[in-house]
């Protein structure tokens, strides 16, 4: 049986950033026989992160096929050797990220880091180019050694889509868009709320309403989507993010109990911010909207084309409702700045942080459809600039 094995790892971006791979060869210390190797594609990265892929990567498949014997990662890469032994502080943001995530795989491990020239690494050389020529991620365990033909080989990761080949981790993508930003990337997952009774019998419901619980459909809603979630920053269409660091939440029970399953499954903290709540409709909530076009229809066809019109009995106008929305945007931003932030709100406010992000005039805020827990991914540079990747996205469900 396996007493020790070592890890050698390396990674490369054709581009830093660019279409990138990561590689890495584990092998029994003692005999020098190989027990897997991993080659693994992941799309447009810089070199530091493939390489923290590659070894987390590694990992991640010694868990399963030698788990808990003593690990030497071997790399040339001075930064992941050095910020792995605790010698180095890991000041980017990204790399803390990946860094935590490593240190989660290790666990109770007992492993060690060594660096060694490049020379020396050439195998896990070969295997991040093999990733990055074939476009695509294969991991062959080797059954005996790897003389013998008894090998287990799962291919993964298909190569990415076209979209992903110019995405830009840390700018705009968009060679028009600002490159001279001085905040830092804060990426936004919005998702709304998941269905209530009053969802499911297409009444309005706003702030100051009836305020219902998920019905259980919603409930089944957000288990779904907190399962999407959890492949943010590891694998599938949002692998390339940054994995969440909180939950935002709009104070409205329903955001709130959508939340806390998605939070509970990731982990992760919640935060509630009164700013992002639903748009308050006044007398007119819980009503559905041919019921109001009938008992108010003056005052409903006026609201309808005038932005500076509130509801009866406590609504607000669509003008009052913008500038709350955009001030709990811009906290948010502020304070989550450089992080990947899931929001959870409702249609307007979701609706408004599009509306921010193309710079839109009104009519942004009625001409996007957002389902009960769709999501939605905007890239945030501040105020300075601003990418849409994804609106109502809805497979999951």
Known sequence: MT???TIEADGGSRGNPGPAGSGAVILDSKTGSILAEVAVFIGVATNNVAEYRAVLA????ANEIAPAVRTLVRMDSKLVVEQMSGRWKVKNEGMQDLALALKDAIGSREV???????????KADSLANEAMDAEKSTIRKYIGSADTSTIDVITSSSKPIAADLEYNPELPSSVRAPRNVSKKLTT???????RTILTESHRISGRGGEDPQLSDAGKEDARKV?????????????A???????VVSSPIA??????????SKLGIPVETHDDIAEIAFGDWDGHTNQEVAANWSALYDQWRGDVRISPPGGGESLEEFDVRVNKGISAILDKHEGKTVIVVAHVMPIRGFIKKAIDATWPAYWRTSIAPCSISVIRFWGDEAAEISVVNQTNHL
């Open 226 to 238: 907190a399962e999407e979630l959890t492949h943010v920053g590891a694998s599938g269409p949002h």
């Open 254 to 263: 329903r955001a709130r109990e959508t939340a806390s399953i998605i939070a």
């Open 188 to 194: 936004i997952i919005l998702v709304r709320h998941g």
């Open 240 to 246: 390339k993010l940054l994995s969440p660091s909180v």
């Open 3 to 5: 007493q020790s094995i």
């Open 112 to 122: 060690s880091f060594e660096w060694i020239p490049r020379e020396q690494n050439g």
């Open 58 to 61: 590694a990992i991640e498949v």
